[in-house]
């Protein structure tokens, strides 16, 4: 049985415990020393940057039980490793825009499999799907054209401000933006790279789904 732990360091110890990985190499692993993890004040969480490599580099471990202590530490015995038919990135059929979105893309299933890719640059990264870019309101960090290694997102609860996400949204379809925290409570502010896009309020009842971009394949 699965102990009641009271933070998310304690819960990464029993993690490391439970799968019997040396510490040493854990935190290796995620680029901080277990000296420095164990100096710290002991009811001091980790940045949110660490705990995407964790969640990253160890992927089965279940997100929400980390930040919260909530439910199983791993994830459900159905997300089960592809089998070899299956090996690979899955890119789906639908374009990330870059722009404003398409108000012509409804229900947009993530889960739809158009093709899938080996990419050995992604390895160890945990990525569910990948998508074309669109448009140019990412640019330059991201162009049109491009292909985004994106990671879904369970829960708005995980969002990391100031990161680009791919949102299906009801109303806008699917749009490309760096999210940052709004003032308006239940809101985003949906943020372009380019200079000449505006940013704009979105509810956060607007989003069907959501997905961290955590890499790109660009071709000159």
Same mark, same amino acid.
């Given at each position: 049985?699965?102990?009641?732990?009271?933070?998310?360091?304690?819960?990464? %110890?029993?993690?490391? @415990?439970?799968? =019997?990985?040396?510490?040493?190499? +854990?935190?290796?692993?995620?680029?901080?020393?277990?000296?420095?993890?164990?100096?710290?004040?002991?009811?001091?969480?980790?940045?949110?940057?660490?705990?995407?490599?964790?969640?990253?580099?160890?992927? @089965?471990?279940? /997100? #929400?039980?980390?930040?919260?202590?909530?439910?199983?530490?791993? =994830?459900?015995?159905? *997300?089960?490793?592809? *089998?070899?038919?299956?090996?690979?990135? /899955?890119?789906?059929?639908? *374009?990330?825009?870059?722009?404003?979105?398409?108000?012509?893309?409804?229900?947009? @299933? +993530?889960?739809?499999?158009? *093709?899938?890719?080996?990419?050995? %640059? +992604?390895?160890?990264?945990?990525?569910?799907?990948?998508?074309?870019?669109?448009?140019?309101?990412?640019?330059?960090?991201?162009?049109?054209?491009?292909?985004?290694?994106?990671?879904?997102?369970?829960? %708005?609860?995980?969002?990391?401000?100031?990161?680009?996400?791919?949102?299906?949204?009801?109303?806008?379809?699917?749009?490309?933006?760096?999210?940052? =925290?709004? #003032?308006?409570?239940?809101?985003?502010?949906?943020? $372009?790279?380019?200079? $000449?896009?505006?940013?704009?309020?979105?509810?956060?009842?607007?989003?069907?789904?959501?997905? %961290?971009?955590?890499?790109?394949?660009?071709?000159?």
């Amino acid at each position: 049985m699965e102990r009641n732990l009271s933070n998310i360091k304690e819960r990464i %110890l029993h993690y490391t @415990d439970f799968k =019997k990985i040396s510490k040493t190499k +854990f935190f290796e692993n995620i680029g901080i020393t277990y000296g420095n993890f164990k100096g710290k004040q002991k009811y001091t969480t980790l940045n949110s940057d660490v705990l995407d490599i964790i969640l990253a580099k160890y992927s @089965d471990i279940n /997100p #929400e039980w980390l930040l919260t202590g909530k439910g199983s530490m791993l =994830k459900e015995t159905t *997300e089960t490793k592809a *089998e070899p038919s299956e090996k690979g990135v /899955p890119l789906l059929p639908y *374009e990330a825009f870059a722009g404003m979105g398409d108000t012509s893309v409804h229900g947009v @299933d +993530f889960r739809t499999i158009e *093709e899938r890719y080996v990419v050995p %640059l +992604f390895d160890g990264i945990q990525i569910d799907f990948m998508l074309s870019v669109r448009g140019s309101s990412m640019y330059p960090k991201y162009n049109s054209g491009d292909v985004v290694a994106c990671r879904l997102v369970t829960d %708005l609860l995980f969002i990391q401000w100031n990161k680009v996400y791919v949102i299906d949204t009801k109303s806008q379809g699917i749009v490309m933006k760096r999210l940052k =925290k709004s #003032e308006a409570q239940d809101h985003v502010i949906c943020k $372009s790279d380019n200079a $000449s896009y505006d940013p704009f309020e979105l509810p956060k009842s607007e989003i069907r789904n959501i997905a %961290l971009v955590v890499g790109v394949i660009r071709l000159e």
